[in-house]
């Protein structure tokens, strides 16, 4: 309906449609409500545009490649394997175009309508949405913030044609020969994975004392070594310093425990976090209150210190995951239908697709430890699983912690072949309240990976069947 001459009165505005808030306007139009998103992009946000999805199409191509070279233990051999690095972006594309249509039908036939350009609020009931040939004003009843977030800029590190983020990384249509990655997160790891084992010479800086910090070392060591055998220089203790751009490359000059060390490339990733998209859409004027690192703070149902307002994704406080943006949406947007949803964070996994994966719920042993918690902790390996040998991948465990009173399972740690998808079944257990029983009843289908997950729960429980307990 327009009310005056250019408002439009809709229930739900989305700003931003990124998997958080593509996934929150379906629910909110499932829930009945009119939605208008808003996205000054391409649908999908980064994730699929240049972020999970681009990310591990270009994994799992340089899997492919590795593989086609390394079948000698299995009595394949092939000669002239050779990449086509611009022909492998284009299949990446093609993945991403598909994907990002699909969105764009979704929001079709779920009568969600989709406005381009940039929206910025003027009250917190009204929107103005601009882009180079028009304007919008819209009256909302609520709005969802999903604007997501960007690549964080090192002082020291200027954006350039060298001084490069995931994003351009992603899209590189040759491969680089020398790369140097500031920060061993897992933006940084998986992208350097990818280019190591395409041939790129590749070094990475990371300031704390191993790479992928948020993981416990016995899984990290497993991910070093696989750099390592594709000669990836590893620096822990690194301080990034600076960078000087010569007519073919750069040189980074870093700190390296204490020593002062450069380093020549062809170009350098920056991968040291990302920054929430919150600065300039209006939101101080309104009063929406926002933490000193720029995220809005929430309470359990994503509304915002201005109750019309709700907020999800990478731009509110815990892990920036497309998985937990598309949870907090369906919650929002099921607050706002008036449903009693609440967010609970204890089941959300993260995933790192390292070579080998690993992937974490719940909590860990260190933290079992740290909270001074009564656990016990099945520790399996991927060598004693027989689906893990038959397909070349015996390396690697299963580790399940849970309550030593009442077995409840509490989290759970993989490194090993498909930890990304093994890990949901433990999701699943924590969300029931399942016990290490519930598992070791459930029956695994053989031979399959999930069976480590079986076999910790029995070790745990100190009835293991494919490992004697000493
Ligand atoms: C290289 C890389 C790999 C990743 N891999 C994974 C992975 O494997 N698994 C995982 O869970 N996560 C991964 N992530 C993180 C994941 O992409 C983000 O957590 C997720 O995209 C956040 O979703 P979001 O909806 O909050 O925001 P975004 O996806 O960032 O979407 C926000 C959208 O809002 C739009 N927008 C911003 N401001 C405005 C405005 N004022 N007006 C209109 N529109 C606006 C933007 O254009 C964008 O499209 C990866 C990220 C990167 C960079």
């Known amino acids: 309906m327009v009310v005056g001459e250019f408002v439009e009165e809709i229930d739900v505005v989305v700003?931003?449609?990124?998997?958080?808030?593509?996934?929150?306007?379906?629910?909110?139009?499932?829930?009945?409500?009119?939605?208008?998103?808003?996205?000054?992009?391409n649908v999908g946000g980064v994730c699929l545009n240049v972020g999970c999805i681009p990310s591990?199409?270009?994994?799992?191509a340089s899997h492919v490649y590795e593989n086609a070279q390394h079948g000698e233990a299995m009595g394949i051999t092939m000669d002239n394997v050779k990449v086509d690095y611009a022909k492998v972006q284009e299949w990446k594309s093609g993945i991403v175009k598909q994907l990002t249509g699909g969105v764009a039908s979704l929001f079709k036939g779920n009568k969600i309508r989709l406005v381009s350009g940039e929206a910025f609020f003027l009250s917190e009931n009204e929107i103005s949405v601009y882009d180079e040939n028009e304007s919008h004003k819209f009256k909302f009843n609520n709005a969802i913030i999903a604007t997501g977030s960007r690549p964080f800029e090192l002082p020291a590190f200027k954006w350039s044609k060298r001084v490069l983020s995931s994003t351009e990384v992603l899209g590189l249509s040759e491969l680089p020969k020398r790369m140097v990655v500031i920060g061993g997160g897992y933006i940084g790891v998986?992208?350097?994975?990818?280019?190591?084992?395409?041939?790129?010479?590749?070094?990475?800086?990371?300031?704390?004392?191993h790479i992928l910090p948020g993981f416990e070392q016995d899984m990290t060591r497993l991910v070093e070594r696989r750099l390592k055998k594709h000669n990836v220089k590893i620096h822990t203790k690194a301080l990034a310093k600076g960078v000087e751009e010569t007519e073919n490359g750069v040189v980074v000059k870093a700190e390296v425990k204490g020593e002062e060390m450069s380093f020549e490339a062809d170009y350098v990733l920056v991968t040291v976090g990302r920054k929430p998209n919150t600065n300039d859409?209006?939101?101080?004027?309104?009063?929406?209150?926002?933490?000193?690192?720029?995220l809005i703070e929430v309470d359990k149902q994503g509304r915002t210190s201005v109750p019309s307002i709700?907020?999800?994704?990478?731009?509110?406080?815990?892990?920036?995951?497309?998985?937990?943006a598309s949870y907090e949406g369906k919650v929002a947007a099921e607050a706002i239908a008036g449903h009693a949803a609440e967010v609970d964070y204890k089941c959300i996994p993260s995933v790192v697709f390292s070579d080998p994966e690993m992937s974490s719920v719940g909590i860990s042993e260190k933290e079992a430890k740290e909270q001074g918690l009564d656990v016990v902790v099945g520790r399996f390996p991927y060598a004693a699983n027989g689906r893990a040998l038959s397909v070349n991948a015996g390396e690697g465990f299963a580790k399940i912690i849970a309550d030593k009173e009442t077995g409840v399972v509490l989290g759970a740690q993989f490194v090993g072949e498909d930890a990304s998808n093994i890990v949901s079944e433990v999701a699943l257990a924590i969300e029931m309240g399942a016990t290490l029983e519930d598992i070791e009843l459930t029956i695994h289908a053989h031979p399959t990976l999930g069976e480590v997950t079986l076999e910790a729960a029995e070790l745990a429980l100190g009835r293991p069947i494919h490992v004697v307990v000493k």
């Not at 449609?17 to 998103?37: E, L, N, T």
């Open 15 to 41: 700003i931003g449609a990124g998997p958080g808030g593509y996934v929150a306007a379906i629910r909110a139009a499932q829930m009945g409500k009119s939605v208008v998103v808003v996205e000054r992009g």
């Open 56 to 60: 591990k199409a270009l994994i799992h």
């Open 190 to 209: 998986e992208l350097g994975t990818v280019l190591a084992k395409f041939g790129t010479e590749l070094t990475i800086l990371e300031g704390a004392d």
């Open 281 to 294: 859409i209006g939101l101080e004027a309104i009063g929406v209150k926002m933490n000193d690192r720029g």
């Open 310 to 324: 709700y907020a999800i994704g990478d731009i509110v406080p815990g892990l920036a995951l497309a998985h937990k």
